[in-house]
């Protein structure tokens, strides 16, 4: 009998899907985490959704929407339970230029087509290729987010003075407004210890904001940065020519942009998936994400991914099933529609402590340590995409360790081709090749250099039992080494190649293939080799 959906509900919220299944059911205490573990989130949200808004040139409710719509539909939909999503600065950048150039509306137009074209991505399961990405690329990621995470929170120390520059604060604001972000931090740090009942986060913004208010204190707050009060988003087509033009304006921002968004929810659910011990939901978190930006753009929100900083508030709060992510977004909407007066009050230090918390529970501090054991090529890697992450951006940082890592992996695989020579039992006078390691375009080079061309005899057998042909340049080389056989009247015989080797070879058409006799690879036959020609020979 078909489980009723209502049965199912439990482990939907857990999100136990076919990627991640498990036999749990909610109890009252993970409801109770994941509700005030929500909650505490949407507070956090609140002053990185204006704040970008600001760095992307939008009005600050564009960017509460976008966290709202964004934040809603992944938590819902997305590839791991506990994974908070709303605007964020990585793709704000980005959208400054298009904002300033063209307005709004085109930006709500690209951020549609972005959220298209993650969809596609995700119905072509691209997202499974994020395992290509190394470790040292991961902890790369990690530290230099955590770090541009730390450095984002350097400017609620400055104020806005009246010709609308920021200065730094000074005397007793300075003092005041430093000692609540360490008041702040200390309450975090302590909480746990004490009591898990509540989020120490949460209990730690009540805390700060409770001093605040009853000893008055001239603080920034959160209604210092914009007014959250607003109405619900309203569908509307993004005003803007539906001509080729438009699309060449909005096609390259887009495409970067969802690049960019898939790429840091994707390292995002990696991530989440080691502290929360589950694995898999790559491309339906990218379907999730494509949908979000698709609705969103409808919306006026500004579009947005999965953010690291309150994933991890969220997870090291408590939050492990899909009704965190839901209540975080609605609260922020009932921010929005009702109590905006009342969040407006918290103090912009106490939001400031909580996120230099997190910076410190990113940050991979044991990189520093492994720096020194790993290979240096990988401590390379890792401290490049670190700084990348911090002067450029995720997107570029990751693309730059992942081709890094490539070229260190070729450069090992290249030097690994090696051979070793013995008499031939089977063909009297010969002399065989013993090809160990991979052949392709990295060993070539060391390929030609293993053969005495002019010293050997008139029959050589190149053996590739334990070698893989692996691509054209491989052919080439074995062409090459053919021909220089042959320029001596002398005669070249390939041997044992392995099925994936076969296949290579067979499809240019230079082999021709009389027999089929050995028991492990399928194929072992020697194939004499002749310039231009490959005749087989038993």
Same mark, same amino acid.
């Given at each position: 009998?078909?489980?009723?959906?209502?049965?199912?509900?439990?482990?939907?919220?857990?999100?136990?899907?076919?990627?991640?299944?498990?036999?749990?059911?909610?109890?009252?205490?993970?409801?109770?985490?994941?509700?005030?573990?929500?909650?505490?989130?949407?507070?956090?949200?609140?002053?990185?959704?204006?704040?970008?808004?600001?760095?992307?040139?939008?009005?600050?409710?564009?960017?509460?929407?976008?966290?709202?719509?964004?934040?809603?539909?992944?938590?819902?939909?997305? &590839?791991?339970? =506990?994974?908070?999503?709303?605007? %964020? $600065?990585?793709?704000?950048? !980005?959208?400054?230029? @298009? /904002? #300033?150039?063209?307005?709004?509306?085109?930006?709500?137009?690209?951020?549609?087509?972005?959220?298209?074209?993650?969809?596609?991505?995700?119905?072509?399961?691209?997202?499974?290729?994020?395992?290509?990405?190394?470790?040292?690329?991961?902890?790369?990621?990690?530290?230099?987010?955590?770090?541009?995470?730390?450095?984002?929170?350097?400017?609620?120390?400055?104020?806005? &003075?009246?010709? =609308?520059?920021?200065?730094?604060? %000074? $005397?007793?604001?300075?003092? !005041?407004?430093?000692? @609540? /972000? #360490?008041?702040?931090?200390?309450?975090?740090?302590?909480?746990?210890?004490?009591?898990?009942?509540?989020?120490?986060?949460?209990?730690?913004?009540?805390?700060?904001?409770?001093?605040?208010?009853?000893?008055?204190?001239?603080?920034?707050?959160?209604?210092?940065?914009?007014?959250?009060?607003?109405?619900?988003?309203?569908?509307?087509?993004?005003?803007?020519?539906?001509?080729?033009?438009?699309?060449?304006?909005?096609?390259?921002?887009?495409?970067?942009?969802?690049?960019?968004? @898939?790429?840091?929810?994707?390292?995002?659910?990696?991530?989440?998936?080691?502290?929360?011990?589950?694995?898999?939901?790559?491309?339906?978190?990218?379907?999730?994400?494509?949908?979000?930006?698709?609705?969103?753009?409808?919306?006026?929100?500004?579009?947005?991914?999965?953010?690291?900083?309150?994933?991890?508030?969220?997870?090291?709060?408590?939050?492990?099933?899909?009704?965190?992510?839901?209540?975080?977004?609605?609260?922020?909407?009932?921010?929005?529609?009702?109590?905006?007066?009342?969040?407006?009050?918290?103090?912009?230090?106490?939001?400031?402590?909580?996120?230099?918390?997190?910076?410190?529970?990113?940050?991979?501090?044991?990189?520093?340590?492994?720096?020194?054991?790993?290979?240096?090529?990988?401590?390379?890697?890792?401290?490049?995409?670190?700084?990348?992450?911090?002067?450029?951006?995720?997107?570029?940082?990751?693309?730059?360790?992942?081709?890094?890592?490539?070229?260190?992996?070729?450069?090992?695989?290249?030097?690994?081709?090696?051979?070793?020579?013995?008499?031939?039992?089977?063909?009297?006078?010969?002399?065989?090749?013993?090809?160990?390691?991979?052949?392709?375009?990295?060993?070539?080079?060391?390929?030609?250099?293993?053969?005495?061309?002019?010293?050997?005899?008139?029959?050589?057998?190149?053996?590739?039992?334990?070698?893989?042909?692996?691509?054209?340049?491989?052919?080439?080389?074995?062409?090459?080494?053919?021909?220089?056989?042959?320029?001596?009247?002398?005669?070249?015989?390939?041997?044992?190649?392995?099925?994936?080797?076969?296949?290579?070879?067979?499809?240019?058409?230079?082999?021709?293939?009389?027999?089929?006799?050995?028991?492990?690879?399928?194929?072992?036959?020697?194939?004499?080799?002749?310039?231009?020609?490959?005749?087989?020979?038993?």
């Amino acid at each position: 009998m078909r489980p009723s959906f209502f049965s199912r509900l439990p482990n939907f919220l857990l999100g136990a899907t076919p990627y991640n299944g498990f036999p749990q059911t909610l109890s009252l205490r993970q409801i109770n985490l994941d509700v005030l573990s929500g909650l505490t989130v949407s507070l956090a949200l609140v002053p990185e959704a204006i704040a970008f808004a600001f760095v992307a040139g939008v009005a600050p409710i564009v960017g509460l929407y976008a966290a709202f719509i964004v934040g809603l539909i992944t938590a819902i939909f997305g &590839g791991r339970p =506990g994974m908070i999503s709303g605007a %964020t $600065g990585a793709l704000a950048v !980005v959208m400054v230029a @298009l /904002v #300033a150039q063209h307005g709004v509306e085109y930006l709500f137009a690209t951020v549609i087509l972005m959220g298209v074209l993650q969809l596609f991505f995700g119905a072509m399961r691209w997202g499974k290729f994020i395992r290509m990405v190394p470790h040292p690329v991961m902890l790369g990621f990690v530290n230099g987010l955590a770090i541009v995470i730390g450095l984002a929170q350097i400017d609620q120390f400055k104020i806005t &003075g009246p010709s =609308g520059q920021r200065d730094w604060l %000074t $005397g007793e604001a300075l003092l !005041v407004t430093g000692g @609540l /972000v #360490a008041a702040t931090m200390i309450l975090i740090w302590v909480t746990p210890r004490l009591t898990r009942l509540v989020p120490a986060p949460l209990l730690a913004i009540g805390a700060v904001t409770a001093v605040v208010l009853g000893f008055d204190l001239d603080v920034q707050r959160v209604g210092d940065l914009a007014s959250l009060s607003g109405g619900l988003p309203s569908f509307a087509v993004p005003i803007v020519p539906i001509t080729l033009e438009t699309l060449m304006i909005v096609f390259p921002y887009a495409l970067i942009l969802a690049a960019i968004g @898939l790429i840091e929810s994707l390292l995002t659910l990696n991530l989440v998936g080691e502290l929360t011990d589950r694995r898999g939901g790559a491309s339906q978190e990218c379907l999730a994400q494509g949908a979000a930006n698709l609705c969103t753009g409808f919306f006026g929100g500004m579009g947005g991914c999965a953010m690291i900083g309150q994933s991890m508030i969220n997870v090291k709060s408590g939050g492990r099933s899909r009704i965190s992510g839901i209540v975080a977004a609605m609260s922020l909407l009932c921010f929005i529609l009702f109590t905006g007066p009342a969040i407006e009050l918290i103090p912009i230090a106490a939001l400031t402590g909580v996120m230099f918390m997190v910076v410190i529970g990113t940050f991979a501090w044991n990189s520093l340590k492994s720096l020194l054991a790993v290979p240096r090529a990988d401590a390379l890697v890792t401290i490049v995409v670190t700084c990348v992450t911090v002067l450029e951006d995720l997107a570029v940082a990751v693309v730059v360790g992942v081709i890094m890592s490539a070229l260190v992996y070729a450069w090992n695989a290249a030097k690994r081709i090696n051979a070793s020579t013995r008499p031939s039992v089977r063909e009297a006078g010969a002399l065989v090749y013993d090809i160990q390691g991979p052949l392709f375009f990295g060993s070539v080079t060391s390929f030609h250099e293993l053969f005495d061309v002019k010293n050997d005899p008139d029959k050589i057998i190149i053996d590739f039992a334990a070698s893989r042909v692996v691509d054209q340049s491989a052919l080439q080389a074995i062409e090459d080494i053919a021909a220089r056989y042959d320029a001596l009247g002398k005669t070249v015989f390939l041997r044992h190649l392995s099925r994936d080797c076969y296949r290579l070879l067979t499809k240019t058409g230079q082999l021709i293939i009389d027999s089929h006799d050995d028991p492990k690879y399928g194929v072992a036959v020697d194939y004499g080799v002749k310039l231009g020609t490959l005749d087989a020979k038993h």
